[in-house]
């Protein structure tokens, strides 16, 4: 085996991570961005890898603070980063965006018990586990739209963005 494919077999993911940033930072140009969004819209989704949400919302770097977790579930932590994107940042929109087949679905609050078990300590968080997608979408606008330390919550919408076709389908709040 070659040094160079041996290298290659040594090489972890994150280290072909770091690969690709020095070949992306041989070609960058600062954009003379700060970190206020152009569109004045925070989005809160999924960590899902299967989506790609600037491409699937035509979103183009500067246009959006993106949240993403397990779920895009409305957390405290989601509540601490929307307050700061809305009252330092200038974000007046609240996009939330969940999706089919999210692995939250199979889940359980069990899994933190398991933990628990495991390594002999509870984990501080919630699974925030849930069977209906739709409406837990519901539960996290009324969670941004009730928080006390969001200033701008009259638009605050939720979507479900199907995993197969691409498409996004609005939530209503109130069904």
């Known amino acids: 085996m070659s040094t160079h494919a041996l290298r290659l077999a040594q090489q972890?993911?994150?280290?072909?991570?770091?690969?690709?940033?020095?070949?992306?930072a041989a070609g960058f140009t600062d954009p003379g961005m700060d970190a206020r969004p152009v569109l004045q819209v925070a989005i809160v989704a999924c960590m899902d890898a299967r989506i790609d949400l600037h491409a699937a919302l035509g979103l183009e770097?500067?246009?959006?603070?993106?949240?993403?977790?397990?779920?895009?579930?409305?957390?405290?932590?989601t509540i601490r980063s929307l307050t700061i994107s809305q009252r330092?940042?200038?974000?007046?929109?609240?996009?939330l965006i969940h999706h089919t087949g999210c692995g939250l679905q199979t889940l359980t609050e069990d899994f933190r018990h398991e933990l628990e078990l495991e390594v002999g300590q509870r984990p501080a968080w919630a699974v925030e586990a849930f069977r209906d997608v739709d409406q837990d979408?519901?539960?996290?606008?009324?969670?941004?739209?009730?928080?006390p330390f969001l200033p701008y919550t009259d638009d605050v919408?939720?979507?479900?963005?199907?995993?197969?076709?691409?498409l996004l389908r609005e939530i209503d709040p109130r069904a």
């Open 137 to 147: 979408v519901r539960q996290s606008m009324q969670r941004v739209r009730t928080s």
């Open 61 to 77: 770097l500067g246009d959006c603070h993106t949240v993403r977790n397990a779920g895009g579930v409305v957390t405290d932590d």
């Open 12 to 24: 972890t993911v994150t280290d072909r991570l770091v690969e690709s940033n020095r070949a992306y």
């Open 157 to 166: 919408r939720g979507f479900v963005f199907d995993v197969t076709t691409g």
């Open 88 to 95: 330092a940042l200038g974000t007046r929109s609240v996009a």
